[in-house]
């Protein structure tokens, strides 16, 4: 008992500085209204930026796969696990950013946590690599830095200067910047055409995590890349097929030698079953999508939704990030605040998360509102009434 109780004293201290984390159950599949918990609600929540997670000609596709391919793969991808689903799907995600690298070549990966590790624990194998981390990247690429051999080196969000003292001083034989496109919490970008300019001077790579921006980013929906119109053997780009693509798994997109070390070196990548076929199979009902009009359709509502809630909201102690992204982060500070307006949400039926320590630093606890393309106006003037309303009333 004293084991258990031991865990227990730590969960009471999570309680005490209004940490502890709640799972919620969803009974419907995932968009903008849906039962959890036995309850309908209207969702702010998702990463399902383009509303593709059940969209039927998806959903579909997964049902062909799992009839073509079965459930599961059975065994890791060099064992066994490799299908045909997968092979194709790598051919077309590299075709597709192939206006962005050179000799691209992509692997299909079981998340983008993993992906992350991937990348790191493979470019960075060596004792005498250097990792340079923007401070606020997703806590996968800081996982996959604490894993890797090489030296890890925390630049300040957003500080290309920083940066560059610290590539300058530096005496590493492989260099490796990484930084997220969106910041996940923030929904704001970083400057890839100046951090990519910056690894070309100083012959290091630039690892671009894209989770937020693949498929909602850029003309064609191919991400950040496309958005900023950079092309450079340096990138090695990381997309995630369970946000905007609203499937599952992640990918990444390299120059072909790039990714034959990863298949060959990258443990995340080796020593884990493949993900299941029928997943890589609806994805290219996803990429279908992403690339056709529709996809095009998709975005520019995205868009309009994003710069009708900006433009809605009225709040003065509460603060609006600077964010032209799906995600737009309401600041409000103190955890306890933080979790009493989402609980107020709540009770009218909004389902917005409350993000608190150590996802974002103390003090900045805050809402991280997504849009979806699957949201309507009215449900987002219904949001920013609430809020405004919930603002005016706090103590
Ligand atoms: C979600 C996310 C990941 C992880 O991707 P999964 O496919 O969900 O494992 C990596 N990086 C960032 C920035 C993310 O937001």
Excluded at 44 to 50: I, K, T
Excluded at 201 to 211: P, Q
């Amino acid at each position: 008992m004293d084991l258990i109780a031991g865990i227990d004293r730590k969960l009471g201290q999570l309680a005490e500085q209004s940490l502890t984390r709640k799972l919620r159950v969803a009974d419907s599949a995932c968009a903008p209204r849906q039962v959890v918990d036995g309850r309908p609600m209207l969702a702010f929540c998702s990463n399902d930026y383009l509303g593709l997670a059940a969209h039927p000609q998806v959903v579909e596709a997964l049902r062909e796969g799992a009839s073509r391919y079965g459930a599961g793969s059975g065994a890791s991808h060099l064992v066994s696990g490799h299908s045909r689903a997968h092979a194709l799907l790598e051919e077309r995600l590299a075709g597709w950013m192939a206006p962005h690298l050179e000799q691209p070549r992509a692997l299909y990966l079981c998340t983008g946590y993993m992906a992350n590790l991937a990348v790191l624990t493979a470019f960075g194998a060596d004792a005498d690599a250097m990792i340079f981390s923007e401070a606020l990247n997703h806590a996968s690429l800081i996982d996959g830095a604490r894993l890797a051999k090489a030296g890890v080196s925390v630049y300040p969000h957003g500080e290309v200067a920083a940066l560059e003292r610290q590539l300058a001083d530096s005496r590493a034989a492989t260099k490796i910047v990484v930084t997220d496109s969106v910041f996940s919490m923030d929904g704001n970008l970083a400057p890839l055409p100046e951090l990519l300019a910056l690894c070309e001077r100083h012959g290091a790579w630039l690892v671009v995590d894209d989770a937020h921006g693949f498929g909602v980013l850029g003309e064609n929906g191919r991400g950040a890349l496309e958005h900023f119109g950079l092309r450079s053997p340096n990138l090695v780009y990381m997309g995630t097929l369970g946000k905007a693509a609203g499937v599952g798994g992640a990918f990444i997109a390299a120059h072909a030698s790039v990714i034959e070390l990863l298949v060959q070196r990258a443990r995340p990548y080796i020593y884990t079953t493949a993900a299941p076929p029928a997943l890589a199979h609806a994805l290219q009902a996803s990429l279908d999508i992403i690339a056709g009009p529709e996809g095009a359709e998709r975005r520019a509502h995205l868009g309009a939704l994003v710069a009708q809630l900006r433009d809605a909201l009225r709040l003065r102690d509460w603060r609006l990030m600077a964010s032209n992204t799906a995600i737009q982060p309401v600041v409000i500070g103190a955890n306890e605040d933080a979790l009493r307006v989402a609980a107020a949400l709540h009770e009218q039926g909004l389902w917005v998360p409350a993000i608190r320590p150590p996802t974002v630093a103390p003090g900045t606890a805050r809402l991280r509102v997504t849009l979806s393309a699957a949201h309507t106006f009215d449900e987002v003037a219904r949001l920013a009434r609430a809020l405004n309303e919930l603002e005016k009333t706090a103590p």
